[in-house]
């Protein structure tokens, strides 16, 4: 490649980089960098019909977009599996499904949950509100519900305490 060429290639290149640095910045959080929902996350969900019930929730939303949930509710269910996407600036929505069984096993249908997500500013909580949609083994809706929740991010470093939202 001759020099001239070269030259136009590189300014070109320190063009397009200039030119996306102040994008980047002023879209990022305080530290410059967008802070990311992939990893493990333990939440506090809160109903929001009928009588209160809490319960935990732990997920792990993995990169390229898939999530697994399990959580510490009675009810007899499988893993939920799903998907997340992120929809603007720490802002996500995650979707995912599971069976529901009566005891011992007995399949009884399925739910599907819908959260919208948004993330604080440090990345390491996140406030969700959330929808569901509880069907039969025939495909019929019985019933929908709402809930709320506070997660906090548990990394190889975090306490226990801390991931259930009990401690610093």
């Known amino acids: ?32 960098v967008e ?17 209160p019930v809490t319960f935990l929730s732990m997920t792990t939303f993995m990169p390229g977009g898939s999530i697994i949930e399990e959580n510490s509710s009675p009810a007899i269910r499988t893993l939920a599996q799903g998907e997340w996407v992120k929809t ?25 949950v819908i959260n919208y997500i948004e993330l604080n500013h440090d990345g390491d909580g996140y406030e969700s509100l ?21 997660a906090r991010r548990c990394t190889a470093t975090t306490t226990v305490p801390h991931c259930m939202g009990i401690g610093p």
Request: no cysteine; net charge positive; aromatic share 10%.
């Open 1 to 32: 490649m001759d020099k001239k060429r070269r030259i136009g290639i590189q300014s070109i290149a320190l063009a397009t980089w200039l030119a996306a640095v102040p994008t980047y910045a002023a879209s990022s959080g305080s530290n410059g």
């Open 130 to 150: 959330a929808g569901f949609e509880v069907y039969d083994t025939n495909g019929n809706l019985v019933t929908t519900g709402h809930n709320s929740a506070h």
């Open 35 to 51: 802070p990311s929902i992939e990893g493990t996350w333990v939440g506090r969900v809160t109903s929001l019909v009928g009588p």
């Open 88 to 112: 603007g600036s720490r802002q996500f929505v995650r979707t995912m499904y599971l069976f529901n069984f009566a005891a011992p096993r007995t399949f009884i249908g399925m739910t599907k």
